[in-house]
């Protein structure tokens, strides 16, 4: 059971970067109208990997594996939820304007691309990818014992 919990969260990770990275690639300077709906569904299965990663992380946190009192006394831990609650938040930002996009996409708008719109949620994106970095070495140093108070 504990295996599969740990492959299961390996793979909503896996999964959650790569349509979080799938987005930045969509998410360029080249969008056209056509690829917003992609785009959103892309956006959607991201937070669907969000969740499962959640969910995993939860069972991993209090049903199998080390053990809450691992991971709730060790600083590293609350850097790495940290840092998964900000990807969380900053997601937020390129969601609103997929679906703006979307929406204007649907009601028949012309020109509801604008380049200043693409950079910023491009940016946002990229902020996203590079917390999301930091978390993988946030689980290195918990496994190496970093953190753990004596």
């Given at each position: 059971m504990e295996a599969a919990i740990a492959y299961l969260h390996f793979i909503s990770i896996l999964s959650l970067t790569a349509f979080l990275?799938?987005?930045?690639?969509l998410c360029s300077r080249d969008l056209q109208p056509p690829q917003i709906k992609t785009l959103a569904q892309v956006d959607?299965?991201?937070?669907?990997?969000?969740?499962a990663v959640l969910i995993t992380g939860l069972?991993?946190?209090?049903?199998?594996?080390?053990?809450?009192s691992f991971y709730l006394?060790?600083?590293v831990f609350y850097i790495k939820i940290a840092l998964?609650?900000?990807?969380?938040l900053i997601s937020i930002l390129p969601t609103r304007q997929f679906t703006h996009w979307n929406r204007a996409l649907?009601?028949?708008?012309?020109?509801?691309?604008?380049?200043?719109d693409i950079v910023t949620t491009r940016r946002y994106i990229a902020l996203e990818v590079a917390l999301l970095?930091?978390?993988p070495l946030m689980a290195v140093l918990m496994a190496r014992g970093i953190g753990v108070q004596a």
């Open positions: 990275v799938t987005e930045l690639y959607f299965l991201y937070m669907l990997a969000a969740i069972l991993r946190l209090f049903a199998v594996g080390k053990g809450a006394h060790n600083p998964f609650v900000a990807v969380g649907k009601a028949g708008a012309n020109r509801i691309l604008r380049d200043s970095a930091l978390i």
